[in-house]
C-alpha cells in the first residue's frame, strides 16, 4: 500500500486538519479511510470527532488544553508506522430512483444539452457504480464519486427555492440525493422514496463512507409503494458486500 | 412547564451541541456564546450540558407554570418578574404562576435564560439543540410549553454574583487563528485582514455571520474539506462569511481565518451594522 505525502496543520485550538494531495481519487479516499479507521480503532479517550472529505480529515480533541504540536507530532508518527488495517467490509446499496418526468424536472433540458434521450441518461446513470466519499452539505447527504461524464452539467444559475426531499441531481461531476427538502441547484432527474436521514434511528445513516452504491430505476407505481413502506418502517434496504 | 406568552425574535433551545455526528452531516448546534451558557449554569449549578433558552435582540416574554430557580446571562435588555427588575447572572427564585418579561436590549444580541436542571425538550444524538430536519421544532412559538426539571430548589445555594466583562458585548476585535488556506492570500490581502474594519450584515445568523464589505481576491475554490464554527470563508466574489454554530459541516470555499472558541463567542453578540476587526492569536 503506497503512503502519501499529508500536511498536518492546526485548525483551531481544539482541531487538526490533515490533507492528502489534492485531488479526488479511490486511492486518496481509500488511504483517507486507512488512516481514519485506524485512527478510530484505537478509541484515543482525548479525540472527540474524526470527519472526512475528499482528500482530508479532521481530528477534534475534547474541550480541555490540547497540544496540538504535540498530537501534530503522534499523528506523524501513526501514518508512517501504521500497520494496514483492514478497511471495514463496504456494502452496495440498492437505492430505488424514479426517473419519471413529474420528478425529473430538468431531464429534458439535460437531454437536449447532452444530446442524449431520456432512456439513455437513466441508463447511464443507473448503470454506474457510486462510492460515497463522505457525508456532509446536509444532514444525509452523500457525496457520491463516479459519475459517467456524459452527464456531467454545471449547476442551475439561479438555484431553486425548494428542491423536495428525496430529489437525485446532477450538479458538475457530481450525482447525489437531497435527504430533506432544501433550497438548491443541482439539475433535478429523478426521485428516491428511501429515507437517507433518520435523525432517530442509532445509526442516522445507512450508508457510510467508502459505501457503495447503485440506482434502480422504478415506476411511478412502484415508487408511491416503497414510500408508504418507508413511512411505515416496513421497508428493508436492499444490499451486499462488496468482495475488497 | 414554562410557556411562551409571546415568541421573542428567534427563540431556541440548546446546549453543548451535537459533537461527534458530524460524520453523518450533522451540524454542531448549540448555544451561539457558550461563555454565557456555562455561566447561567455555573451560578445554578447544573450540569454542563443543561440546556437553555437562546434569544436574539428581542426576548419572549414567559410564563411559569411551577416554582423553580433561574439566571439570565448575556444580552441585556431588563429582565423582570411580574414587573419587578431582576439582574442578569443572579439566581433568581421564580414561583408558579410568575411571569418572566424584558426590556428593550441594552447590550449584546443574544440573551440566555437557564433554570435549575435545564430544560426538558427532546433529545435527539445526545443534544436538544433545535434544529431543522433533526428536532421537531426549529424555534419557540408563542403558546409553546417547555418541560421543566423536577429537581427541587437546593436548600443551600450560591449567591456568588458573577460579572461579564463589557468586552464581551463590546469588543471590536475577534481574535482569530490563520486558516488553511491563509496563506494563498498574497502579502498585501494578508495585510489588509488584519488592518480592515468589517461591518457585520443583516444577513447574518446561527449558520454564518456574513460582513458587508467587499474583500476582492483571486483565490481559486478548494476541493470540498471538512469546516468548523468560527472558519472564515472567502467567496471569489469577496463575501466574508464566518461561519457559526449551525454551520454545514463541509464546504468549498477558502478558509482564510480561523475564530478563536472565545471568539464565537463574542462575535455572537454582535449584531448587524456593528464593527468587527480581525486580531491575529500568537501560536
Not at chain 1, 444530446?115 to 446536509?138: C, D, N
Not at chain 1, 439561479?158 to 457530481?174: D, F, L, N, T
Not at chain 2, 444580552?75 to 418578574?81: L, T, V
Not at chain 2, 456568588?160 to 471590536?172: C, G, I, N, Q
Request: charged content about 20%; some cysteine.
Amino acid at each position: 500500500m503506497n503512503k502519501f505525502k499529508l500536511t498536518y496543520s492546526r485548525y483551531s485550538e481544539t482541531s487538526i486538519l490533515v490533507e492528502w494531495p489534492q485531488y479526488i481519487a479511490p486511492e486518496i479516499l481509500n488511504d483517507v479511510l486507512l488512516f481514519k479507521n485506524y485512527l478510530l480503532k484505537e478509541n484515543s479517550e482525548s479525540i472527540i470527532q474524526i470527519t472526512n472529505a475528499y482528500c482530508s480529515i479532521l481530528i477534534t480533541y475534547g474541550f480541555n488544553s490540547v497540544d496540538i504540536d504535540a498530537q501534530i507530532a503522534s499523528l506523524k508518527s501513526k501514518y508512517d508506522s501504521r500497520q494496514d488495517l483492514e478497511i471495514r467490509a463496504q456494502k452496495l446499496w440498492k437505492i430505488p430512483a424514479c426517473y419519471d418526468l413529474c420528478f425529473g424536472l430538468d431531464l429534458e433540458e439535460l437531454s437536449k444539452a447532452k444530446k442524449l434521450s431520456i432512456p439513455e441518461i437513466v441508463r447511464i446513470h443507473s448503470e454506474a457504480i457510486y462510492t460515497v466519499y463522505f457525508i456532509g452539505f446536509l444532514p444525509g447527504f452523500l457525496y457520491l464519486g463516479g459519475l459517467d461524464q456524459r452527464l456531467f452539467m454545471p449547476r442551475k444559475k439561479s438555484p431553486r427555492p425548494y428542491i423536495e426531499r428525496g430529489a437525485v441531481g446532477i450538479g458538475g461531476e457530481q450525482t447525489g440525493v437531497y435527504p430533506i427538502e432544501s433550497p438548491g441547484g443541482w439539475n433535478i432527474i429523478g426521485n428516491s422514496p428511501i429515507a437517507f436521514f433518520n435523525p432517530k434511528a442509532e445509526q442516522p445513516c445507512f450508508a457510510r463512507t467508502g459505501d457503495c452504491i447503485r440506482f434502480v430505476p422504478v415506476d411511478l407505481e412502484t415508487h408511491q409503494e416503497i414510500s408508504s413502506h418507508v413511512k411505515n418502517r416496513t421497508y428493508k434496504m436492499e444490499s451486499e458486500v462488496i468482495d475488497g | 412547564m414554562v410557556e411562551i406568552l409571546k415568541a421573542g425574535l428567534y427563540d431556541s433551545i440548546q446546549d453543548l451541541g451535537r459533537l461527534g455526528y458530524q460524520q453523518f452531516g450533522v451540524p454542531i448546534s448549540g448555544t451561539m456564546d457558550h461563555y454565557s451558557r456555562q455561566l447561567a449554569n455555573a451560578i445554578l449549578g447544573n450540569q454542563e450540558d443543561a440546556a437553555v433558552l437562546e434569544f436574539t435582540l428581542k426576548a419572549p416574554r414567559l410564563k411559569f407554570h411551577r416554582t423553580t430557580a433561574i439566571c439570565i446571562t448575556g444580552m441585556e435588555s431588563q429582565a423582570k418578574i411580574n414587573e419587578k427588575p431582576i439582574e442578569n447572572n443572579t439566581y433568581v427564585i421564580v414561583r408558579k404562576n410568575d411571569i418572566l418579561s424584558f426590556g428593550t436590549r441594552k447590550l449584546g444580541c443574544r440573551g440566555y435564560l437557564a433554570v435549575l436542571g435545564g430544560f426538558q425538550s427532546e433529545k435527539i444524538m445526545q443534544s436538544r439543540s433545535f434544529y431543522k430536519s433533526i428536532t421537531e421544532q426549529q424555534r419557540l412559538k408563542t403558546g409553546d410549553f417547555i418541560n421543566l426539571s423536577q429537581i427541587p430548589i437546593p436548600f443551600k445555594r450560591s449567591n456568588a454574583v458573577l460579572k461579564t466583562p463589557k468586552a464581551h458585548f463590546e469588543s471590536v476585535r475577534i481574535k482569530v487563528f490563520k486558516g488553511i488556506e491563509f496563506e494563498m492570500l498574497g502579502p498585501d490581502h494578508q495585510n489588509k485582514i488584519f488592518t480592515t474594519e468589517f461591518t457585520v450584515s443583516t444577513d447574518s445568523n446561527r449558520m454564518a455571520y456574513q460582513l458587508d464589505e467587499r474583500f476582492e481576491n483571486s483565490l481559486e475554490p478548494i476541493i470540498t474539506s471538512p469546516v468548523l464554527p468560527g472558519t472564515v470563508q472567502l467567496t471569489p466574489s469577496g463575501q466574508l462569511m464566518v461561519l457559526m454554530r449551525d454551520c454545514q459541516t463541509t464546504g468549498g470555499y477558502p478558509r482564510i481565518l480561523q475564530l478563536s472558541e472565545m471568539a464565537i463567542n463574542r462575535l455572537s453578540q454582535r449584531i448587524p451594522g456593528q464593527i468587527v476587526q480581525f486580531e491575529l492569536l500568537k501560536v
